[in-house]
T-cell receptor, first 113, second 115 residues
Framework: GESVGLHLPTLSVQEGDNSIINCAYS??????FIWYKQESGKGPQFIID?????DKRQGQRVTVLLNKTVKHLSLQIAATQPGDSAVYFC????????????FGKGTKLSVIP | DADVTQTPRNRITKTGKRIMLECSQT?????MYWYRQDPGLGLQLIYY???????NKGEISDGYSVSRQAQAKFSLSLESAIPNQTALYFC??????????????FGPGTRLTVL
């Protein structure tokens, strides 16, 4: 079946280094992708999104890369800070404007001071 | 997100009890969702609603029911709670009239424990 998954369940990064969190998806029809950050005890918070007609999008300290050829999505966090410690989820939507979001299991990012 | 609130934030109940979780939003969004999150797993969709009185089943609707009597409110009920419904429950909203994407905004979650 179609799925959204992550290569690494946990990631430890030294403060100040860059972090890369990966996500694989199997639905080639997916049109829209989101990265969410979930801190302990809180709901998921939107970080950045990308449409399938793009391969890169940048935000503040974050960049999302989309490789449709290999159905791979990544989130890059520059100069990782202790406040970046959280679980990061990717999610995909198969159709423009669709209600449906399929979430991956999440990667836990731990920042070492 | 302070625009999406959930009550209660924590609840402990016993098997067989009826439980209602409430969600309210001030974002003016038409679409609302209930998700369940289990440890180490992603979010699973329970029910969703596109507008008042519109109700649709998600992936795991068995054992749950919902009510959307007003655009700003979406409640989730467990008619007879069982231990494997112990989980984190999240409400979310989105705006169908927005960019055409489906960015969803989440509440802070309700931690439910069924003994």
């Amino acid at each position: 079946g179609e799925s959204v998954g992550l290569h690494l369940p946990t990631l430890s990064v030294q403060e100040g280094d860059n972090s890369i969190i990966n996500c694989a998806y199997s639905n080639s029809a997916s049109d829209y992708f989101i990265w969410y950050k979930q801190e302990s005890g809180k709901g998921p918070q939107f970080i950045i999104d990308i449409r399938s007609n793009m391969d890169k999008r940048q935000g503040q300290r974050v960049t999302v890369l989309l490789n449709k050829t290999v159905k791979h999505l990544s989130l890059q966090i520059a100069a990782t800070q202790p406040g970046d410690s959280a679980v990061y989820f990717c999610a995909e939507s198969p159709l423009p404007g669709s209600y449906q979001l399929t979430f991956g299991k999440g990667t836990k990012l731990s920042v070492i001071p | 997100d302070a625009d999406v609130t959930q009550t209660p934030r924590n609840r402990i109940t016993k098997t067989g009890k009826r439980i209602m979780l409430e969600c309210s939003q001030t974002k003016g969004h038409d679409r609302m969702y209930w998700y369940r999150q289990d440890p180490g797993l992603g979010l699973q969709l329970i029910y969703y609603s596109f507008d008042v009185k519109d109700i649709n089943k998600g992936e795991i609707s068995d054992g749950y029911s919902v009510s959307r009597q007003a655009q700003a409110k979406f409640s989730l009920s467990l008619e007879s709670a069982i231990p494997n419904q112990t989980a984190l429950y999240f409400c979310a909203t989105s705006d169908s009239a927005g960019t055409g994407n489906n960015e969803q905004f989440f509440g802070p979650g309700t931690r439910l424990t069924v003994l």
